[in-house]
């Protein structure tokens, strides 16, 4: 799998939108990218994925950029409890693989 | 739905002892991993098992270790002769395999304390 690149942290205020940007820039052609957040103590949640076009749900907004050598995490306006660790993974979809954490961005909300 | 369900929350186990952490993955998944995260650290991969088969174990230790699915029940990760540097939190994951983009979802984890 691909390694990615993040911030060690970030801050954001309440109410406004959280860009949380990851650097894949040796992404292969069948590389999906995936965020996962940690929020303190409980077990990782699941966010978004995409391999090339935007991905949007009720969570995130996930923008790739078009040689999808970076992508960016978006929340579209941050709450306190959005403050977590955020993880960007890249990953084969369609293979039951493990995941491989790097050491993510933490993302600070306050008001 | 329930989702992925791991008991107990908190173990606590003196030098020596056994722990045993189980882990009931969400209901239609077959595939489990198990995952660790030592204290301030990121989280590990250790184990990964579809029903009755290990079929990656990379990251387990090689000692003291082991981690079973069964064709029923939950699937279970045993610590023989705990030491004191196994105490971490450890996560549970299922997915539902090479569909829905194999997304693999979390348990609230066990952490394990050993005195």
């Known amino acids: 799998d691909a390694k990615t690149t993040q911030p060690p942290s970030m801050d954001c205020a309440e109410g406004r939108a959280a860009n949380l940007p990851c650097n894949h820039s040796t992404i292969s052609g069948n590389e999906y990218v995936y965020w996962y957040r940690q929020i303190h103590s409980q077990g990782p949640q699941y966010i978004i994925h995409g391999l090339k076009n935007n991905e949007t749900n009720e969570m995130a907004s996930l923008i790739i950029t078009e040689d999808r050598k970076s992508s960016t995490l978006i929340l579209p306006h941050a709450t306190l409890r959005d403050t977590a660790v955020y993880y960007c993974i890249v990953r084969v979809e369609g293979t039951a693989s493990k995941l491989t954490f790097g050491t993510g961005t933490r993302l600070q909300v306050t008001l | 739905n329930a989702g992925v369900m791991q008991n107990p929350r908190h173990l606590v186990r003196r030098r020596g002892q056994e722990a045993r952490l189980r882990c009931s993955p969400m209901?239609?998944?077959?595939?489990v991993y198990w995952y660790r995260q030592l204290p301030e650290e990121g989280l590990k991969f250790m184990v990964y098992?579809?029903?009755?088969?290990?079929?990656?174990e990379s990251g387990m230790p090689k000692e003291r270790f082991s981690a079973e699915f069964p064709k029923e029940g939950p699937s279970i990760l045993r610590i023989q002769q705990v030491v004191r540097g196994d105490s971490a939190a450890y996560f549970c994951?299922?997915?539902?395999?090479?569909?829905?983009?194999?997304?693999?979802?979390f348990g609230a984890g066990t952490r394990l304390s050993v005195l």
């Open positions: 098992l579809q029903k009755e088969n290990i079929i990656d």
């Open positions: 209901k239609g998944h077959s595939h």
């Open positions: 994951a299922s997915s539902p395999g090479i569909v829905e983009g194999n997304i693999q979802y």
